[in-house]
């Protein structure tokens, strides 16, 4: 009887020891910090089995800024693809990095069904949920994008894609990165009349020529001026970066 006691125990033992291994997958999203950013250093081979950029696939991040860059202030669409042959899981998390800066812009979620804010990153990185997760060979998502202050001078965005095969546990799934750099629109010109109803600003005589308010904030976001003056005068400002702000337009200048 005792003998038969003692080997219960044993056989539920090995049985928890052989049982098949629970997936670590995050289908409702990533668990924050795994772009393989510069900052964050990680990515979904944290949680899941496999050689980082391995195998047959792809991933790409595409956007609608304009090749002469961003402006500060303006809202911009980033597009994620993944694409791997006979594939029906997929998994991201994005974010985006300033050098100098850190964490750049702020993200806006734009289809709340299929993405959502990667835990504990303040809107700075963004994931897919259990809805989003489903694809055929290929799998996209998009976001918005604000460039706000903290993108100065450059931006690039990081992404980790997971290729999931859906087995049921997190063995044999393959990890693709992809980043996108991109650069902020400098304004160093006498004028820039892109923009009707708007302001003008001259390097040579450090002025601004506006029909209306106009707002100028220093690097670290600080508002330092505003003026409704025809022209206006910024030579007193200190040698530096600073951000012209207007109801329809936001430029970066240097003043030297």
Do not use: R
């Amino acid at each position: 009887m005792k003998k038969s006691l003692l080997l219960f125990p044993i056989a539920i033992a090995l049985a928890m020891f052989f049982y098949p291994t629970t997936s670590n997958s995050k289908a409702d999203g990533s668990p924050g910090e795994k772009t393989n950013s510069a900052m964050d250093g990680q990515n979904c081979t944290g949680c899941h089995s496999g050689t980082i950029n391995s195998g047959i696939g792809s991933a790409t991040i595409t956007t609608n800024i304009p090749a002469s860059g961003y402006s500060i202030g303006s809202t911009y669409s980033i597009t994620l693809t993944g694409i791997k042959t006979n594939c029906i899981k997929f998994g991201f998390e994005l974010t985006a990095e300033n050098a100098m800066l850190g964490k750049a812009g702020t993200f806006l979620i734009t289809n709340s069904t299929e993405t959502k804010f990667a835990t504990g990153t303040n809107n700075t990185a963004v994931t897919h949920k259990t809805a989003g997760n489903s694809g055929n060979t290929t799998k996209t998502w998009s976001i918005d994008w604000i460039a706000s202050t903290n993108t100065s001078g450059s931006t690039i965005f990081y992404a980790a894609l997971l290729f999931a095969n859906n087995n049921g546990n997190n063995n044999g799934d393959n990890t693709f990165t992809t980043s996108l750099s991109v650069n902020e629109e400098v304004v160093n010109g006498i004028s820039d009349n892109t923009f009707k109803n708007s302001f003008t600003y001259n390097s040579v005589t450090k002025t601004i020529e506006t029909t209306h308010a106009v707002l100028v904030y220093d690097i670290s976001g600080k508002l330092v001026l505003t003026t409704k003056e025809k022209s206006t005068t910024i030579s007193h400002l200190k040698t530096g970066v600073y951000i012209i702000k207007s109801k329809s337009l936001s430029k970066k200048i240097i003043i030297n």
